[in-house]
């Protein structure tokens, strides 16, 4: 059969497949009742948070450098990466007996560094932020001779990439939306020709949905404009997809196979990550569960089963603390009020006899004469509360007020 899109071909893909099984294991597709009944469809979650590497970036590193030949191998492999592809590259080059060399930006979580070294790749940290990196990394190419492997902008990184799809066309026979993180679109390029080239093949219709921060959202300008747009990018829990520009031919692939791309908040991917280790018990790093978010924020028009890829794992844990609290925050479930108050004995208990009397539990409190806007003969009280929901939150408040308190919310 003729190719349907731009780069590579179904055999092309299945050929990727048979390579690169030797490394990436077939992860789990598992069900998600919650999903279910948020879309009012099937959905299952597509497990790459539990590849080999944490992510799915394995795959496609491993198809590339699969083709390289014994001279290109004698010279050693560059990437650059603040994470995922980094250990991707590190453990497909220690599995193929091949030097690597993995720039990364000074101040990258020290459990992606960690992991990326015990590889035993030789990790040059260089720049505080990823191009200054991507940089070194291409003149270190240019000046050694070892030869660079791209994140994303790459025909063997595609079709590695796109064996995610055909494990999802295998696991999930009744599939008709799939839903996929997007950052320079290598991922989804992958997923989404494959797919459809297997769905044409079939007789079948599939819809392929892209998911993208929108504080680095470059997808949407650039469809419009036709052609890869730069953007700014702007900071983001998320920052496994932000990239400021698409890769050309994931986006030549993409304007063809993708039927829709949206965009999602941290907030919205915040509420994801504890949606899914409350409701799934998976731990999924923000890029990872931007597909959830957008299910979550009410972003998917899907038509039949769905399934969501969880693209990646690799969470630092102080981060996970700080978003599971965002998470609780965006969810209703966290609040934090300042009240101001009389300047005399028993009002911080009245205040804590009413909260306990609304079954919500105080976590933190702070007492202060110092708050802006007070009279010199009040105070301010600052609590954090944990509550139950939205509306939980909201009987705390009123049970506040109808005591004659003025309860502000901060967050």
């Known amino acids: 059969m003729t190719n349907l899109f731009a780069g590579p071909t179904l055999a092309e893909f299945v050929s990727a497949q048979s390579v690169v099984s030797e490394v990436a294991q077939e992860t789990p597709i598992e069900v998600s ?18 590849q080999r590497t944490g992510a799915y970036k ?9 083709k390289l030949t014994a001279e290109e191998r004698e ?3 560059v990437a650059a990466s603040a994470g995922n592809h980094a250990q991707g590259v590190a453990l497909a080059a220690r599995e193929l007996g091949i030097h690597a060399t993995i720039f990364m930006p000074i101040g990258v979580a020290l459990p992606k560094l960690q992991a990326t070294r015990a590889y035993a790749a030789d990790v040059v940290l260089r720049g505080v932020i990823f191009n ?43 599939v008709e939306t799939v839903v996929v993180p997007i950052g320079g679109g290598g991922l989804i390029a992958g997923v989404a020709s494959a797919m459809k080239q297997r769905a044409a093949e079939a ?6 949905i892209g998911v993208q921060s929108g504080q680095a959202a470059a997808f949407p ?13 702007k900071p983001t829990i998320a920052d496994g997809i932000a990239v400021a520009r698409p890769g050309k031919l994931p986006f030549d692939i993409i304007k063809d196979a993708v039927d829709e791309v949206v965009t999602v908040s941290d907030d919205d991917i915040a509420r994801a990550l504890l949606m899914l280790i409350e409701r799934a018990k998976l731990v999924a790093e923000p890029a990872g569960a931007a597909g959830v978010a957008a299910i979550l924020a009410g972003k998917i028009d899907a038509v039949g089963p769905t399934t969501v890829i969880i693209s990646g794992g690799n969470i630092d844990p102080k981060l996970m603390e700080r978003v599971i609290s965002r998470g609780l925050i965006a969810s209703g479930r ?8 009389p300047d005399r ?4 208990a009245r205040v804590s006899e009413i909260v306990a009397g609304q079954n919500a539990n105080v976590i933190e409190v702070l007492h202060t004469r110092h708050g802006t806007g007070l009279q010199i003969n009040q105070v301010e009280l600052s609590v954090d509360i944990e509550t139950r929901g939205p509306e939980h939150s909201e009987q705390v408040l009123q049970a506040l007020r109808d005591e004659g308190f003025e309860p502000r919310i901060d967050f």
């Open 75 to 77: 010279r050693g492999v």
């Open 58 to 66: 394995v795959r496609g590193a491993y198809n590339r450098m699969s």
């Open 345 to 348: 004995p028993g009002q911080l």
């Open 132 to 174: 200054e990196a991507l940089e070194a990394a291409k003149d270190f190419a240019e000046k050694s001779g070892a030869i660079f492997i791209p994140p994303f902008d790459n025909h063997d990184v595609i079709a590695g990439q796109g064996t995610v799809g055909l494990e999802i066309w295998d696991q999930v026979p009744d």
């Open 334 to 341: 966290y609040l934090h009020i300042r009240i101001p108050l």
């Open 221 to 233: 300008p650039s469809l419009s404009a036709g052609e890869p747009t730069t953007i700014d990018v």
């Open 203 to 208: 007789g079948r219709t599939l819809r392929v």
């Open 33 to 50: 009742r919650f999903l279910s009944e948020v879309l009012g469809v099937p959905v299952t979650m597509k497990c790459e948070n539990l």
